[in-house]
């Protein structure tokens, strides 16, 4: 069973010291993720994994991150590169991407200020022995997957976040959740409304929305607003609905999916418009 203490290896409770147990060492990516699918969605568990240390592809974790099918892969072999694209791409069906922020942070910058807040190495180790690659992926990680990995515990938890806040990579939090058992019909929602560019593009937003409570006849009409778009700027309709709402973090967020690159020659267009404009 996850989350047990049972001495000193690493990774999942269930996954042995070098990364598999009876896994075919030359697994590739596509049969690890038929594999994976089969065993989440019949069991109890949160946590699978692929590959192993040393083979073919490399080593990654994924992890169930909801009731819906939604699998966040950890790690940066070209195993979990890969399983990262096939979910994007749709390869296993019914089952989706968890939304991770854009960038590639190395997770040791975190090493300081965790041995700043509690005084050892303890918890970026853990971290680290459990694959976790970017800062990006650690904060997409929800408290109750970081839970179920073995040796980690609530103060370890408590620690990861409020290094993860001090430092401004906390995740982004809806003012008014919905229930949980509702996140995944309003997450599939929002997405088959949106065409396949789209669904890229607002991955971690449409995630966001499905995790409020807006009315469904909001979302759809943020939906069809998003898909209706081709360039920025932000859409006036879906600043204004967020804002109504008192969604002040998705308010933020969502004018931010708009910024034009750094060094933009095009000044003409001008800044996002501001929420509830």
Same mark, same amino acid.
């Given at each position: 069973m996850f989350g047990e203490d049972i001495g000193d290896g690493i990774g999942p409770v269930g996954i042995g010291r070098d990364g598999r147990d009876d896994a075919d060492e030359d697994e590739s990516p596509e049969q690890a993720l038929r594999?994976?699918?089969?065993?989440?969605?019949?069991?109890?568990?949160?946590? !699978?994994? !692929?590959?192993?240390n040393g083979g073919q592809w490399g080593y990654a974790q994924m992890c169930r991150t909801g009731?819906?099918?939604?699998?966040?892969?950890?790690?940066?072999?070209?195993?979990?590169?890969?399983l990262r694209e096939l979910l994007?791409?749709?390869?296993?069906?019914?089952?989706?991407?968890?939304?991770?922020?854009?960038?590639? +942070? /190395?997770?040791?910058?975190?090493?300081?200020? *965790? %041995?700043? *807040?509690?005084?050892? +190495?303890?918890?970026y180790n853990l971290l680290l022995r459990n694959d976790f690659a970017t800062v990006e992926e650690l904060a997409a990680t929800p408290d109750h997957c970081l839970l179920r990995i073995r040796q980690v515990g609530p103060k370890t938890v408590a620690a990861v976040q409020q290094v993860l806040r001090d430092l401004g990579w906390d995740s982004l939090k809806v003012a008014h959740p919905a229930a949980n058992d509702a996140v995944a019909?309003?997450?599939?929602?929002?997405?088959?409304?949106?065409?396949?560019?789209?669904?890229?593009?607002?991955?971690?937003?449409?995630?966001?929305?499905?995790?409020? @409570?807006? /009315?469904?006849?909001?979302?759809?009409?943020?939906?069809?607003? *998003?898909?209706?778009?081709? +360039?920025? /700027?932000?859409?006036?309709?879906? @600043?204004? %609905?967020?804002? +109504?709402?008192?969604?002040?973090?998705?308010?933020?967020?969502? /004018?931010?999916?708009?910024?034009?690159?750094s060094g933009s020659a095009d000044p003409a267009e001008g800044n996002s418009p501001e929420p509830g404009t």
């Open positions: 594999r994976i699918v089969g065993d989440l969605a019949s069991g109890d568990d949160l946590w !699978a994994f !692929a590959g192993r009731p819906g099918r939604v699998l966040h892969v950890v790690g940066a072999s070209p195993m979990a590169l890969r994007a791409e749709g390869a296993a069906t019914g089952w989706e991407l968890h939304p991770v922020r854009d960038g590639r +942070t /190395p997770l040791h910058v975190l090493a300081e200020p *965790l %041995l700043a *807040l509690s005084g050892a +190495t303890r918890d019909e309003r997450r599939w929602l929002i997405m088959a409304r949106l065409a396949e560019d789209h669904r890229v593009r607002y991955r971690e937003f449409a995630d966001m929305l499905a995790r409020s @409570c807006m /009315p469904l006849a909001a979302l759809e009409k943020i939906a069809d607003s *998003l898909n209706a778009e081709a +360039t920025p /700027p932000a859409a006036p309709l879906v @600043c204004l %609905l967020l804002d +109504t709402a008192g969604e002040a973090d998705l308010a933020m967020y969502y /004018p931010r999916t708009h910024a034009r690159p």
